[in-house]
């Protein structure tokens, strides 16, 4: 952020503009977060910064859109009193593999599940926004996601289970060989809203599993 604002700031001497994207992981944690917040505020407005999450890009995650809003059928189902229960899984078949020195700084729930899987849940869970011919489109979808997560209470010790895969501290890369550092983790979410109520999301994510997926299980009654 100090960088780009040495380099002009949000304007240029031609007239144009700057945009300042930001990829994740903002910060390690809350106080790491707010510092890095802290110093983009400094120099950038909201409407000249861009917090991506990558996964967002994947054309599978894309087509959540046009599932939940450009069907129908999918509009009348999608609610606790036809679903079950609903499974985000992400896996992978290898471990870290080298890159276990910056792993074990993060693990699985700040590295996968905090970030790409929570971006599907809200996909998954959010009510309809009201878009019509606004030119506020990015924001109301936005404001219909954290809606989402205002709505998940705090999760228990009883909602989530932690692993970490055999021969994981043999990664040459990662210093500490008693690491506990969790390369498995699942976890149960619930929305309160009235669409939602009584069902259980459940985030799974691990490296060196059984196989290479992505998927969303929707269990219905």
């Given at each position: 952020a100090d960088d780009a604002s040495g380099h002009g700031g949000t304007q240029t001497k031609g007239g144009g503009w700057v945009r300042l994207v930001v990829e994740k992981p903002f910060g390690r944690?809350?106080?790491t977060c707010l510092s890095l917040s802290s110093v983009l505020s400094r120099h950038f407005s909201e409407s000249h910064l861009y917090r991506i999450d990558h996964y967002l890009g994947k054309e599978m995650v894309q087509n959540l859109w046009?599932?939940?809003?450009?069907?129908?059928?999918?509009?009348?189902?999608?609610?606790?009193?036809?679903?079950?229960?609903?499974t985000v899984e992400w896996k992978e078949d290898f471990g870290t593999e080298g890159?276990?020195?910056?792993?074990?700084?993060?693990?699985?729930?700040?590295?996968?599940?905090?970030?790409h899987l929570l971006q599907v849940l809200t996909l998954l869970a959010m009510e309809p926004p009201a878009l019509g011919a606004s030119n506020d489109a990015a924001e109301r979808v936005r404001d219909a996601k954290?809606?989402?997560?205002?709505?998940?209470?705090?999760?228990?010790?009883?909602?989530v289970?932690?692993?970490?895969?055999?021969?994981?501290?043999?990664?040459?890369?990662?210093?500490?060989?008693?690491?506990?550092?969790?390369?498995?983790?699942?976890?149960?979410?619930?929305?309160?809203?009235?669409?939602?109520?009584?069902?259980?999301?459940?985030?799974?994510a691990g490296k060196a599993?059984?196989?290479?997926?992505?998927?969303v299980r929707v269990r219905f009654r």
């Open positions: 944690d809350l106080p046009t599932f939940r809003f450009g069907n129908d059928w999918a509009g009348h189902l999608w609610h606790g009193g036809a679903i079950r229960s609903v890159r276990g020195g910056y792993f074990d700084r993060y693990g699985i729930v700040r590295d996968v599940i905090q970030n954290v809606a989402v997560l205002k709505s998940i209470p705090p999760v228990t010790p009883s909602d289970i932690l692993g970490q895969y055999e021969g994981y501290a043999d990664d040459p890369t990662i210093q500490d060989k008693e690491t506990a550092c969790p390369t498995y983790a699942a976890v149960r979410l619930h929305v309160n809203t009235p669409r939602w109520e009584g069902v259980p999301f459940l985030l799974v599993l059984e196989e290479r997926a992505c998927r």
